[in-house]
Every structure is written in C-alpha cells, then in structure tokens.
C-alpha cells in the first residue's frame, strides 16, 4: 500500500530536475529526501496510532489547535498539493516521453490526459483502485528495467561509477546544493501522508503501521537510491538533466534491446498512475468538505448510479489544467512540495503539542527529537529553496492557501446568514 501511494511519476519525471541541480549526486539528494520523510513519518506513525479514529493531518492539526479555520486551511492545502501534484504529471505526460508516439502540444496533451483521468475517477473508485494496482506493478517493472539497462552500459564499459560522485553547483556551498535537490527529490516521496487514510483498515496499527510504513518508505528509497545511482554512472547527469524522460536515456543507450516506445509506454502509465491517484484524493476530500458544510453544498452532489461525487470530480480536474497550462514542470513540482512541507511542518508541531495528551491505549511513541527534526527539516528545504530559487513557488502557494482561507470566511458567513 505504502508502496503504491509512493511509488510513481517522480522517479520517471524529476530525476533530471534533481540532475540538474547536484550533478552527479542525484542519488545523495534522493537519500536526504528520504531522511527528511523518514523523520516526519515517526510523527505520523504517533499520531495515526495515538489518534486511530482521526485519519488524515487536517484533523491531526485540529485535535491540537482546535482552531477551525486552520484545521480547514491545512485540509485546502493538503488538496491543493494533490492538485499542483496531478498537474505536474500532466505536464511529464506531454513531455518527451509521449514524444515517442506523437508530437503534441504539451498543454493540449495535459488537458486530454486530465480529462481521460477525471473519467476515469467518474467511473468510481474501485475502478480506480484497480487501475492503480496494475500501474504500480507496471512502473515497478519498468524501473527494474532500468537497473539492467544501465548495468549493461556499466558493464560494457561505456558508463562512468565516478559519476555519481561529483556535485555540481556553480560554486554554491555543498549544503545549499544538496537541499535544492532535496526539495525537488522530495516530490518522488510524496504520498506516504495518504497512508493515514487507510489506518482503521490496519489490524494491531501499533506494530502494522510502522512497519508498513517504514518498510514501504525503505523500499521505495532503496529502488530510488539504486535507479538514480545507475542512471547517473551510465549516462552521465548532463543527458538526464537535458530531457523530460530522463530514464528514456538509460534505456536508450543499453544493449538491452527494450524499444524506446514500450519504455515510454511504461512510464507514461507511472505518470498516469501519480495524476489518478491525486486526482481521486482531491475530489474525495473536497467532496467531504462539502459535506461538514466547509465549502458550498454544490461540491458534495453524488452521481445516482455511481455514487461519485461528480462535481467534485470536474472540479478537481478543472483546477489541474488550469495549474498545467499556467506552470511548467518544474515549477509544479516545487510548488507541490512546498504546500506538502508546509503541512508536515503543522503536522509535526502538532505532534509535540501533543505529547503530554494521554490516551487510554497504547501506541507507537517517537522518539522525543523526531517531531523537532521533522519539522526543522521540511522548514529547512522550504528556505533553501526560495533563498536559491526566488518567491515564485512560494507565492503561488501562498495564493493557493490564500484562496481556501477566503473560501472559508464566505462560506462561514454565508452560513451565519
């Protein structure tokens, strides 16, 4: 399950935005990355456990606070994420990947691929379930096709192992360096929130959950660290950082004899798998805000045949083009994991708030340092990044939460009325 949540367009699409930035220790970013979600996890793992009944971090943030305008605005946010995040894979979708097929307009491309997905969402939820377990095994194979590909270029001769260990920056401090790549990294690792969705479905989730969840994590990271490693040696961080599809290159240069359509294939279908499976989270939650009165009624209309929350769904996938057609790839992601950090940083400050509140079961407890790591973390890449990279993704997500938080205040008034 863990797995699924986590595993998808990421690795496929940002590798060479992460190249980009560090050079050949793309691999180094992805690991800090993964330190950085490894911390917030323990928190989450306190409070899933602590809390079973209060699924989902709004709520987390709410048993804390009790303020119900921020309770509201981290649930926005937590939306909005998912919505920049299937944005962002609408524009991979129209990237070089599907070049492979046929030469469209990105952004003509993102709207059919958002409007094939949203149907898709229509169709119900198990429906898309379905789909997202046979996409997870597909993306599966399609990066263990990688490690051999780029292992064959290794063994030939033609690759480079030195590669992976040199940092590039433009003579910035390696720490600087390290964390913008961190932060784009982080977008693969995105998802492992989800999971607290699905904790009263986990029998014994003192133990289970735990375990699920940092073996889920160790597993991806491990499959991250070893892609990105092989990658990088086999053709080098400047050929992944000059492409869209950047495993395509990989793929391309091996002996293996995979066509470079049925790997774009294979990756297409991990970009849909990512944009799916956010686009159903968003509908879903804006769907249970219409329904404790959060945000208009309108939202909350159910299909009578299929019982999806079909404005809901046309809302979502509305919202996501128009992220798509107003952001580039790039740009998407960062926005992505700074509205995600913004959230594990609350997420974490709720759990020290909530240390000394005593339940009557027992629960899995983190170490005390963790909650304070976790959240001096995510702030850590959120300072980085917009000390490097400016006040564009910053401001976009603040207009984001802006736009929640005025959605809040009239729905609140209008209900005074």
């Known amino acids: 399950m863990v797995i699924g949540n986590v595993l998808g367009a990421g690795i496929y699409v940002v590798t060479g935005e992460v190249a980009g930035e560090v050079g050949g220790a793309t691999w180094l970013a992805f690991a800090i990355a993964f330190v950085v979600a490894a911390l917030s996890a323990l928190s989450l793992c306190e409070l899933v456990t602590k809390y079973p009944g209060a699924t989902g971090v709004a709520l987390y943030v709410d048993t804390a606070f009790r303020k119900p305008m921020l309770t509201f605005v981290v649930g926005f946010t937590v939306l909005a994420s998912g919505l920049t ?16 097929f046929a030469s469209v ?3 003509l491309a993102a709207a059919g691929f958002l409007l094939a997905l949203a149907l898709a969402n229509y169709i119900g ?6 789909a997202n377990l046979l996409m997870t095994v597909i993306e599966v194979g399609g990066l263990i096709i990688v490690m051999i590909a780029g292992a064959l270029v290794l063994s030939s001769g033609d690759g480079d192992l030195t590669r992976p260990l040199n940092l590039t920056g433009d003579g910035q401090l390696v720490p600087v360096v390290l964390l913008s790549g961190a932060a784009i990294a982080f977008f693969s690792f995105l998802g492992f929130e989800d999971v607290a969705n699905m904790s009263e479905e986990v029998q014994r989730p003192r133990i289970s959950f735990p375990v699920a969840l940092f073996g889920g994590l160790a597993v991806t990271a491990t499959i991250y660290l070893l892609v990105t490693f092989i990658a990088v040696a086999a053709v ?27 790997f774009a294939a294979i990756a297409l279908i991990a970009v849909a798998n990512t944009a799916l499976a956010n686009l159903v989270m968003g509908s ?17 209309k159910v299909d009578r045949n299929r019982s999806t929350p079909w404005v809901a769904v046309i809302a979502t996938g509305l919202v996501a083009f128009l992220l798509a057609a107003t952001g580039d790839l790039g740009a ?5 994991v700074l509205l995600l950090l913004s959230v594990l940083i609350l997420m974490n400050v709720s759990a020290i708030r909530l240390r000394s509140d005593a339940v009557s079961h027992a629960h899995f407890v983190a170490p005390v340092w963790a909650a304070w790591l976790g959240a001096a973390t995510c702030g850590a890449l959120i300072v980085n990044q917009t000390a490097r990279d400016g006040w564009g993704e910053p401001l976009r997500a603040g207009l984001v939460v802006a736009v929640g938080a005025v959605v809040y205040v009239l729905e609140a008034r209008r209900q005074e009325a």
């Open 284 to 300: 879903r939650l804006l769907y249970g805000m219409a329904r404790r009165g959060l945000v208009p009624a309108v939202f909350g």
């Open 332 to 336: 998407l992601a960062r926005t992505t």
């Open 236 to 262: 080098g961080p400047e050929r992944l950082e000059a492409s869209t599809a950047p495993l395509l290159a990989v793929v391309d240069q091996s002996p293996l004899g995979v066509s470079s359509e049925f």
């Open 105 to 107: 307009d990105t952004t």
């Open 85 to 100: 995040s299937a944005a962002t894979a609408s524009r991979a979708f129209g990237g070089d990947y599907l070049r492979e």
């Open 125 to 130: 939820v198990v429906f898309s379930l379905r």
